[in-house]
């Protein structure tokens, strides 16, 4: 077993056993922020949903039990480690974390956009127009720009239509 696998293993051991015993010590350990650091340090900016998941877990539980002021680096790792999970959609997020993950998201989905039209690739456009669909689905109705996300995942559709004549790409632009 490689030390990435040790290391998954461990914290999802703790993770396991707080949650088992309702009690969130084993999540405070300095031990297990150590192995959290480490296991950070060896995803690196690999796309490791799986590493990245977990440790967004760990770094939630942590943020919800520590005292106000002392929690937020938990908060903004438990975000970053989130990024990739829900652009791919996985369903076991924090729901409290979505919109937040969701304007995170912009940045990376206005890019991923800008490329895929760029590119005859279409799998490209398919990535990009299911990271505006998560942004889309988690925006809150009220959002000052939630009809400009609208209208950016219908202009994606269109140009998908357009690439494949697919008419479920037509319906879904001229749906939203």
């Not at 084993?26 to 950070?40: D, G």
């Not at 690999?46 to 998941?53: K, Q, T």
């Not at 969701?102 to 989905?109: N, T």
Request: no cysteine; hydrophobic share 45%.
């Amino acid at each position: 077993m490689s030390e990435r696998d040790d290391l998954i293993q461990a914290i999802r051991e703790r993770l396991s056993r707080a949650e088992a015993d309702r009690d969130a010590a084993p999540l405070l350990e300095p031990a297990t922020l150590a192995k959290a650091q480490r296991l950070a340090d060896l995803l690196g900016s690999d796309a490791e949903p799986d590493g990245r998941h977990l440790l967004g877990w760990l770094h939630w539980y942590r943020h919800s039990v520590l005292p106000r002021g002392q929690d937020q680096p938990d908060l903004q790792a438990a975000l970053s480690m989130f990024q990739l999970s829900f652009l791919v959609g996985a369903p076991d997020i924090p729901v409290q974390l979505l919109p937040i993950l969701a304007e995170l998201a912009v940045p990376f989905a206005t890019n991923a956009l800008g490329q895929a039209l760029a590119s005859p690739d279409s799998d490209e456009l398919d990535l990009a127009i299911k990271a505006w669909q998560q942004i889309v689905t988690h925006t809150p109705v009220r959002h000052p720009n939630r009809a400009k996300y609208l209208s950016t995942l219908g202009n994606a559709h269109f140009n998908q239509f357009n690439r494949t004549a697919a008419r479920d790409d037509l319906d879904a632009a001229v749906e939203l």
